[in-house]
């Protein structure tokens, strides 16, 4: 089986020695037949090409590294471009701050070639790397918001409308990527310069939708190091108010793909829509009248997160209305072939 390791980075020069020593000291499959790693520079300006090729030359490996610059800032364009050139039939996303766990490829290979219906698999972060060694004191209870710690409790093919692989350590089949890529389907998400947010849902729904199942693997584990991030209440706040902005669109693909073939379906997707609006509203009461059963921070990070999310669902009504035909179409065409 061939494989690709993706990693796609913006101004990650800092990350890119560990995550690619890491790479480097990977075990091989007996019976891999390619291995390459994609690194698509996306838009960086503190030289990451340039460091990235002479530091994996001095590891003298054998795997083959190609570099390719976005000039389109945004992880959704870096994660397109690399999905498209990948020559393998597996493609392993590596984020640039993931050490994969060195048996990373002959788990993955393994579960691809007993499950021929998995068009998707992921893992975990299995530890935390800290600035200092310095652990928040809140992190434990807020590691999922970061891809630490198990989200499943145990190895299995994922239940009807979960979509929860996370994008990092995930694995797609290159076959899979092409034919929702075909259908066309787009990133909505994670399209512009910034933080990442929710592309890995997206990308799990779309699986979905073209009839693979998603699959969650223990195996599959890395550790994250976070000793670049800002790692502060604040911080997590601010990402749960971008994130509320990617589920607008998660939304609206589950309302489509639960409507298709109805009648009258672009007033049935409003009324659906106009009620997400009314049902968040009664959450963010719900939540204020039990703000003592909360721990204080809890209780930020989800009011922050719930009135983000229906801001955004005011906010990006206009887009959304007028992309209705474009959603429609490649989810159609992943459900119903036409």
């Keep these: 089986m061939k494989t690709t390791i993706l990693i796609c980075t913006f101004n ?13 000291n990977l075990i091989l499959p007996n019976n891999i037949e390619f291995l390459e790693i994609v690194l698509v520079d996306n838009a960086s300006s503190d030289g990451t090409t340039e460091f990235a090729q002479a530091f994996w030359d001095t590891l003298n490996s054998k795997i083959d590294l190609n570099i390719i610059f976005e000039n389109k800032p945004g992880k959704a364009h870096a994660l397109t471009t690399g999905y498209n050139v990948a ?7 590596c984020d640039d701050d993931n050490w994969l766990d060195n048996q990373f490829l002959i788990h993955a290979e393994e579960l691809f070639r007993q499950e021929p219906e998995i068009g998707m698999a ?17 992190f434990d209870d807020f590691q999922g918001y970061y891809v630490v710690g198990t989200h499943h409790p145990h190895s299995r093919v994922l239940t009807k409308n979960d979509y929860s692989i996370y994008g990092a350590g995930s694995v797609i089949r290159k076959s899979v990527w092409d034919e929702i890529y075909r259908s066309g389907f787009r990133f909505q998400n994670s399209s512009t310069a910034g933080r990442a947010i929710a592309e890995d849902v997206e990308l799990s729904m779309a699986v979905t939708f073209a009839g693979y199942k998603l699959y969650f693997d223990q195996r599959l ?3 994250h190091d976070l000793r670049w991030g800002r790692m502060s209440i604040d911080n997590l706040i601010d990402q749960e108010k971008a994130n509320a ?14 409507r298709l073939g109805c009648r009258f379906l672009f007033l049935r997707f409003l009324k659906d829509y106009m009620n997400e609006i009314f049902n968040f509203h009664l959450a963010i009461s719900k939540l204020k009248k039990n703000k003592k059963n909360y721990n204080p921070i809890r ?3 989800l009011l922050s997160s719930k009135k983000s999310t229906c801001y955004h669902l005011w906010v ?7 992309r209705f035909r474009f959603y429609h179409s490649w989810i159609s ?6």
Excluded: C
Excluded at 87 to 93: H, M, Q, S, W
Excluded at 316 to 322: A, G, H, K, T, W
């Design 12 to 24: 990650g020069k800092h990350k890119l020695r560990d995550t690619l020593s890491h790479i480097s």
């Design 87 to 93: 020559k393998g039939d597996l493609i392993v996303l």
């Design 122 to 138: 992921g893992g975990y972060g299995i530890a935390a790397i800290f600035a200092n060694d310095n652990k928040p004191y809140w």
């Design 221 to 223: 584990t890395f550790t």
């Design 245 to 258: 902005k990617g589920l607008v669109f998660l939304r609206v693909y589950e309302l489509l793909y639960h």
């Design 299 to 301: 209780y930020r990070v």
């Design 316 to 322: 990006l009504m206009p887009q959304v209305l007028f």
């Design 333 to 338: 065409n992943l459900v119903l072939g036409k």
